[in-house]
């Protein structure tokens, strides 16, 4: 399985961006795929995935109701739809997979993904 994530940039407080990740390699039923991220100095953080068993798309406190997280199933892309960023949404962006099924209480466990993507830069200037 590989990872090719695209869209990070430099935005201003209250812009828009939108990421994708675009998967390759084997097929997997029961998947968990999404985004997480890191800033500097601190530890990557849970920011919003979809998990197959339940067709349920789970986001952090931090940004529900600003990042939207969509499916291409076609295509076995996802993408995140960053609205009204803010400044403390810059941070490396960081795909995730795993290949099979999870409880819900460990989605936002970073140890519980296979595979992660090479990462993308999200700037937000003040």
């Known amino acids: 399985v590989q990872l090719q994530a695209s869209g990070g940039g430099l935005v201003q407080a209250g812009g828009s961006l939108k990421l994708s990740c675009a998967k390759s390699?084997?097929?997997?039923?029961?998947?968990?795929m999404g985004w997480f991220r890191q800033a500097p100095g601190k530890e990557r953080e849970f920011v919003s995935v979809?998990?197959?068993?339940?067709?349920?798309?789970y986001y952090s406190d931090s940004v529900r109701g600003r990042f939207t997280l969509s499916r291409d199933i076609g295509r076995n892309t996802v993408y995140l739809q960053m609205n009204s960023l803010k400044p403390e949404d810059t941070a490396v962006y960081y795909c995730v997979f795993r290949a099979n099924r999870v409880v819900a209480t460990a989605l936002r466990i970073p140890s519980q993904y296979d595979y992660w993507g090479q990462g993308t830069q999200v700037t937000v200037s003040s």
């Open positions: 979809f998990r197959w068993t339940d067709g349920d798309t």
């Open positions: 390699g084997r097929t997997f039923s029961n998947y968990v």
